[in-house]
C-alpha cells in the first residue's frame, strides 16, 4: 500500500472496506496513508476517513495529513508531511516524522523524504529529532549530507545525542559495506 498513487482510484472502495471492517490498527492506519498518498482521487473515502479519526483519536494526525492530500489542500501526502513539519505544534510535527519514517524505501524516498527528515533535525522539539534520527537512519549511506548535522546533535544532550550517534554509524557502517 505504501506504493500507492493517484492511478490507484480504481483500490478505493476496496480500501474504505478494509479500513471499515478491519479491526487491526497498523492495517487501519496503512490504509488511511495509502488513501492519502491517492489523494483526490480518493475524495469518497474522506466520510470514512473521518469516522475512522473519530473512533480512534490516535489516529487523527494521520487522518488530518491524509485528508489534506485528499482535498487537494497539498499536492501530495509527502508535502502534507513536510506541512506538518512546520506546524506550531510540537504533536503534529513529532506525527508527520513518525510517517515520514515509513517513506524510506525506494529512489523517490530518496529524494523526497530524506530532505524533509533532515530539516526535521533541526527542530526544537526533542521528540521530533529523534524521529527523524531514527528515519535518517534507515537510509544508510545515502545520508552523507546529513553527517555534519547529525555529529553537531551529538552536543545536544541525552537522549536525542545517542539516537544521533546510532544514525551516524549505521551510515557509516553502510557506505564501508557498499
Do not use: K
Not at 529523534?130 to 546533535?153: N, S, V
Not at 544532550?157 to 557498499?178: H, L, N, S, W
Request: aromatic letters at 4%; hydrophobic letters at 45%.
Amino acid at each position: 500500500m505504501g506504493r500507492c498513487g493517484p492511478a490507484d482510484e480504481a483500490a478505493v472502495p476496496a480500501l474504505v472496506g478494509v479500513l471499515e471492517e478491519s479491526e487491526d490498527h497498523g492495517v487501519q492506519e496503512a490504509v488511511v496513508e495509502a488513501l492519502g498518498r491517492i489523494g483526490p482521487p480518493a475524495a469518497q473515502a474522506l466520510p470514512a476517513i473521518a469516522a475512522w479519526a473519530q473512533a480512534n483519536p490516535w489516529g487523527a494526525r494521520q487522518a488530518g495529513f491524509a485528508s489534506g492530500a485528499i482535498r487537494g489542500e497539498h499536492p501530495s501526502y509527502l508535502a502534507a508531511m513536510g506541512a506538518g513539519l512546520a506546524d506550531a505544534d510540537p504533536a503534529i510535527r513529532q506525527g508527520a516524522v513518525a510517517h515520514l519514517r515509513r517513506q524510506v524505501y525506494g529512489e523517490r524516498s530518496l529524494t523526497e523524504v530524506l530532505p524533509l527528515l533532515r530539516a526535521a533535525l533541526d527542530d526544537p522539539d526533542p521528540d521530533v529529532v529523534i524521529r527523524a534520527c531514527t528515519g535518517i537512519a534507515a537510509f544508510g549511506r545515502e545520508t552523507e549530507a546529513c553527517l555534519p548535522t547529525l555529529r553537531g546533535l551529538r552536543r545536544r544532550g541525552a537522549p536525542v545525542a545517542g539516537f544521533a550517534i546510532r544514525a551516524i554509524e549505521r551510515a557509516e557502517t553502510r557506505a564501508a559495506g557498499e
